[in-house]
């Protein structure tokens, strides 16, 4: 989870900014990013374990990094793309005016501007990665999720409980957190 | 001095703007006048190359632009829109700021500059560290004039730049806009669709026309004789009301004269 997010945040934000002006690159990336997250968890694991396997990676951290990274490509470029689109194209225009050159542009304009929009879109992927890697226990990536699955397979409810109890917290401390980093972004910006 | 020599401007087949020859006379305030699409906007946007020209010359001074860096030459030409277009995310004195610090001024000197720039535009002082959204329509667009005015540029581009503000308000921002420029003497060049504003403001009008400037010169000279019948009708019936107001008695006689010789 610790690498898998800031994995994806590079790529989908990378992404974002090379897609946010082409209407037809962003929709084949969406539609990619979107395919990768229709394929079920456990069955996605079904595909990277072989496919990692032969690298010698099969099980453990490496499928569930790589996994956890890939379903949240889809929520911060989305974010990303929307957010970055959504930038009032009077003040690019005018920035663009001012003699801004275009890099000064991207970084000093449109990503602080689409900034809430993003941390919106990590804050999806944090909370649904914390649910996969809890699944990842599965596959030997350890975690919390052991205990869920421990409790069950051994009808120790009081210890599969806690460990959900405790993935659950960990959902809400973490959509929290960054509920609150957006709204701080958005005042700090002057947005809000 | 601007000069505008054979401009033309193509999407694919569609001819946006076409061969517009114009000279804009340094100090004077130059307006693009003419319905919605004509291409007044676009001959804006030639001049500091926000959109490239696909045949003709624009010169600045005696330097053709085309020979120019895009971004040195948007640095010494101002622009206001009429969206305005501030930075959302920077308080006001970092909106004024903006081209004196990409012009690399040292800081007492932008310090100094953005203070002057918000006296011009008679707004206190004790909104620099407010952001846009804290301000209304009428200070936010006083402060898009501090800021294109804020690097000193000889040349400042107005596209609908009092459109958005409420009609009570707009001919005395107009009136104030005219006096901060005849003081300045900065050469201005204002895109609009609003003939009052035209005739009121404009030193100069260049009257646009599905892509071509159907006739050009001083405000009373098209009023008193409109070159063709698109330019006549654009006027409308009561130019001479009008030129009346603009308080040139001989030209208004002239033009009496001539209405009664023909009738």
Known sequence: ?192 | MIVLDGVTKRYGDRTIVSEVSLELREGELTVFLGPSGCGKTTTLKLINRLLPLTAGRILIGSQDIAGLEPIALRRRIGYVIQEVGLFPHYRIFDNVALVPRLLGWPREKIDARVLEMLALVNLPADLLGRFPRELSGGQRQRVGVARALAGDPDILLMDEPFGAVDPQNRTFIQDEFKRIQRRLGKTVVMVTHDLDEALRLGDSVALFNAGRVEQSGAPADLLAEPATAFVADFLGGDRLTRLARLRCPDKLEAAAAELLAHG
């Open chain 1, 1 to 192: 989870m610790l690498w898998a997010l800031p994995l994806a945040a590079v790529v989908a934000l990378g992404a974002g900014l090379a897609f946010a002006d082409r209407p037809r690159g962003a929709a084949v990336a969406l539609g990619v990013a979107n395919v990768l997250t229709t394929v079920p968890s456990v069955a996605l694991f079904g595909l990277l374990i072989p496919l990692l396997g032969s690298l010698g990676l099969g099980v453990g951290r490496p499928p569930a990094i790589l996994a956890v990274a890939l379903y949240s490509v889809l929520p911060i470029l989305r974010n990303a793309i929307v957010g970055l689109r959504g930038v009032d194209p009077a003040v690019i225009e005018a920035a663009r005016a001012m003699g801004l050159p275009d890099a000064a542009i991207t970084w000093r304009v449109r990503l602080p501007l689409a900034l809430p929009v993003i941390l919106a879109g990590v804050r999806t992927a944090v909370v649904m990665g914390i649910g996969i890697t809890a699944i990842a226990a599965y596959v030997g990536a350890g975690g919390l999720g052991r205990w869920v699955f421990g409790g069950i397979r051994r009808s120790y409810p009081e210890m599969a409980l806690a460990g959900a109890l405790l993935i659950s917290a960990l959902a809400f401390a973490g959509d929290a957190v960054l509920a609150w980093a957006q709204r701080l972004a958005g005042r700090r910006l002057g947005l809000a």
